[in-house]
């Protein structure tokens, strides 16, 4: 179900002369629930608490920043009523589609594509996070900027804008081509064990196959297979003998050492633990 929420309008909030604005704002329970007629990064530079965005609502903490089209309606909240509480502190960065209009002629065709998205309700919102401090740096600045409104001030928002616009995009894809780079280079990781799932692989050799160390590695088998590496070689063994004692007439001793089990009682009480049937019993079942 549709919240029903406010639309807040560029000329209620941008500066006319620069199309834009950058403020430094407290988060309360008091700004509505809201969409606007322009484009807003939301960096949040302070506190902790809920953003919540069209029907999706995350937590918020220091170094996320949130980019939100045209038209998606959000509002942040603290994450309580207390006192005690620390109230989210964010800095916001608002520009209309005449701006980025005239900010997508010093950008390259894939960043004036985003940026049109932004302006049409052809891109949804997301968030990317701040690891090095390069977009908190670029926040301050323009806040300091807008807040000086002195000579060359208007120059200088419209290139630290430019430049935090490359940055969040830079984030953004470059985070999905690391997933993607991650993914291909897990599969090979996969793809050795397949072919030597009989031998003691170790972590170790692993790592020296892969290039990641032995905990990215944990974290990686985790995150791909949802089982600890030890695991999932345990599984892949076991999965390995069930295609063994299905498709061939070998005897079970030898297709323990096959799938690199040095003790048949060690194999048989592993079977039985994963498969809920001795390796004879599921021979029997196969047949």
């Known amino acids: 179900m549709n919240r029903t929420h406010e639309v807040f309008e560029r000329q209620?909030?941008?500066?006319?002369?620069?199309?834009?604005?950058?403020n430094r704002f407290t988060e309360d329970f008091l700004v509505p629930y809201h969409a606007h007629d322009f484009i807003e990064f939301c960096y949040v530079a302070e506190g902790n608490g809920f953003h919540h965005i069209g029907q999706e609502t995350f937590p918020i903490h220091k170094g996320l920043l949130f980019v939100i089209p045209i038209g998606v309606a959000h509002v942040f909240r603290?994450?309580?009523?207390?006192r005690s509480s620390k109230q989210p502190v964010v800095?916001?960065?608002?520009?209309?589609?005449?701006?980025?209009?005239?900010?997508?002629?010093?950008?390259?065709?894939?960043?004036?594509?985003?940026?049109?998205?932004?302006?049409?309700?052809?891109?949804?919102?997301y968030s990317v996070f701040d690891r090095d401090g390069?977009?908190?740096?670029?926040?301050?600045?323009?806040?300091?900027?807008?807040?000086?409104?002195?000579?060359?001030s208007k120059t200088m928002l419209y290139a630290l804008l430019n430049q935090l616009i490359v940055t969040v995009y830079r984030r953004k894809f470059e985070a999905q081509e690391d997933e993607r780079n991650e993914s291909a280079g897990f599969h090979l990781v996969i793809d050795y064990l397949e072919h030597n799932f009989n031998?003691?692989?170790t972590l170790s050799e692993l790592s020296h196959v892969s290039g990641w160390s032995s905990r990215q590695l944990q974290r990686l088998f985790l995150k791909?297979?949802?089982?600890?590496?030890?695991?999932?070689?345990q599984s892949l063994r076991i999965r390995k003998s069930c295609e063994l004692l299905r498709g061939s007439s070998q005897k079970i001793a030898i297709i323990a050492e096959l799938v690199g089990y040095a003790s048949i009682d060690s194999f048989n009480s592993t079977f039985k633990k994963n498969v809920g049937l001795t390796p004879t019993e599921y021979r029997k079942s196969s047949l």
């Open 199 to 201: 031998k003691a692989v």
């Open 78 to 82: 603290p994450a309580s009523s207390e």
């Open 224 to 233: 791909h297979t949802g089982q600890s590496y030890g695991a999932y070689l």
């Open 91 to 125: 800095y916001n960065c608002l520009f209309d589609p005449h701006l980025a209009d005239q900010l997508s002629i010093f950008q390259e065709l894939p960043i004036q594509e985003h940026l049109s998205s932004l302006t049409n309700n052809a891109s949804s919102y």
């Open 12 to 22: 209620y909030f941008l500066q006319e002369n620069l199309h834009m604005l950058v």
């Open 134 to 152: 390069s977009i908190e740096s670029l926040m301050l600045q323009l806040h300091q900027e807008m807040s000086a409104n002195k000579l060359g």
